[in-house]
């Protein structure tokens, strides 16, 4: 992840001007300005840390920002062995930072939310790398991120060990059952794509069962997405799909869950799309302990 461009930038630039940290009143009121502490960024469950990063480009735009003209001289510490993608423990530091007291605590809930955020999605998607270990499955990610931060959430599905879909709408060619539905069938779309695609770009199409299969592959698809399909119907189709002279990679998504994803990774698919991932993770618990320099 490149924390420093100009894209993060204005998305960190936001989140400080959405929670008014440079006019944090109660902090301004309380806070001698010359005040300088110490602030500590601590585990409080096992997870996959992400986020990290964040700190440092927070306090940076931070500076910038501030109209009170708080110190600007801070320091980032972490182990070296703590980064993002890591397995933590439960009451593991993550960070040590040294600041002016006044930005610690106007920086302090921007930071944890996104720390908290992020190392949520990437501690969900190794639960589901995990569970399907030795098998030739990748867990995918999909679309179903919060608006604004797809590309902060599809880095912290990596950092859990899991593998990117697409990115966006222009990042390749997914066929779906609406446009399917509003393009006149299988061999009506999957002709118009191969005849107008880019060069270079992949057309993968969803199919609900054999039937549709079977017209996917007569017309020239070259990957399947299987939908909303039980783990034994996935089984035939993968099979079915084997039988070709070409390679057609296959994707499981719907109604998959922790409960049920090994059952979907033995069938031979080759990749499983999870949007549970991004759209239903829970936050990681994470703390910062702010203390006074010399205290």
Known sequence: MEWKSSRMDALLEQALIEDKAPGDTTTNLTIDPELRATATILARQDMIVCGLGC??????????LDIHGSSNRFEVISHPEIFDGVRVHDGQVLAVIRHNARSLLSCERVILNLMQHLSGISTLTRKYVDRIQGTSAHVLDTRKTVPGLRALEKYAVLCGGGTNHRLDLADGILIKNNHISLGGGIPQVLTKALANRFPGKR???EVRSLAELEQAIEYGAEAILLDNMSPSLVADC??????????????????????????????????????ALTHSATAADISMRITAEGR
């Open 238 to 275: 993968v099979a079915r799909v084997k039988q070709e002279r070409r390679w057609i990679p296959t994707e499981a998504s719907g109604g998959i869950v922790l409960e049920n994803i090994r059952d979907y990774a033995e069938t031979g698919v080759e990749f499983i799309s999870v949007g």
């Open 203 to 205: 057309i993968q199409i």
């Open 55 to 64: 700190v440092p480009r927070i306090f940076d735009i931070f500076s910038k």
